[in-house]
T-cell receptor
Framework: DAKTTQPTSMDCAEGRAANLPCNHSTISGNEYVYWYRQIHSQGPQYIIHGLKNNETNEMASLIITEDRKSSTLILPHATLRDTAVYYCIVRIHNNAGNMLTFGGGTRLMVKP | GAVVSQHPSWVICKSGTSVKIECRSLDFQATTMFWYRQFPKQSLMLMATSNEGSKATYEQGVEKDKFLINHASLTLSTLTVTSAHPEDSSFYIC??????????????FGPGTRLTVL
């Protein structure tokens, strides 16, 4: 699976959009971009994933650059409960079920 | 979404004893479950992949005789830490993949078990 690079930490004001970047310059054509987050002392939570098109769900939006070498997770209106470590993971997806390889992630601190 | 539970949520044990952690998929059948370990302020590290009805596949550096994994049914996998030592103190997290969740098969994680070995 391709390696990802994320900033170690970010701050965001409550109510503002949080934009979390991820670089994955070695991504291959059949690899998806997945985002998970982990609130302190809890298990990771799936957020969103995409291949090349931008994606949006009730939690977030995922913007993938045209060359697919980077992406941005957007939390449109961050709340204090969004404070967590956000992991960007790139992997091949198939029915056999590949495991997830977690990098360091970005520690997002949402401040009042 | 699918729900994965773990039991216990935390456990404290004496050095040299064994501890069993259960991971259950509550509303789906999971042919594959994964066990991760997370030390303070570090990321999750995959320990092993557990396949129902067969032996687990361990990651390099993980002692299979120390971390016993049993996946006897489609809804339950157990991790037993044998002869636990203080350095085994960690946050253990399982995840499961729902094969019927769709083509994307995202993993669902349990809430984690915090093990403290005295």
């Amino acid at each position: 699976d391709a390696k990802t690079t994320q900033p170690t930490s970010m701050d965001c004001a409550e109510g503002r959009a949080a934009n979390l970047p991820c670089n994955h310059s070695t991504i291959s054509g059949n690899e998806y971009v997945y985002w998970y987050r982990q609130i302190h002392s809890q298990g990771p939570q799936y957020i969103i994933h995409g291949l090349k098109n931008n994606e949006t769900n009730e939690m977030a939006s995922l913007i993938i650059t045209e060359d697919r070498k980077s992406s941005t997770l957007i939390l449109p209106h961050a709340t204090l409960r969004d404070t967590a470590v956000y992991y960007c993971i790139v992997r091949i997806h198939n029915n056999a079920g590949n495991m997830l390889t977690f990098g360091g992630g970005t520690r997002l601190m949402v401040k009042p | 979404g699918a729900v994965v539970s773990q039991h216990p949520s935390w456990v404290i044990c004496k050095s040299g004893t064994s501890v069993k952690i259960e991971c259950r998929s509550l509303d789906f059948q999971a042919t594959t479950m994964f066990w991760y370990r997370q030390f303070p302020k570090q990321s999750l590290m995959l320990m092993a992949t557990s396949n129902e009805g067969s032996k687990a596949t361990y990651e390099q550096g993980v002692e299979k005789d120390k971390f016993l994994i049993n996946h006897a049914s489609l809804t339950l996998s157990t991790l037993t830490v044998t002869s636990a030592h203080p350095e085994d103190s960690s946050f253990y997290i399982c995840s499961a993949r729902d094969p019927l969740a769709g083509v994307y098969n995202e993993q669902f994680f349990g809430p984690g078990t915090r093990l403290t070995v005295l």
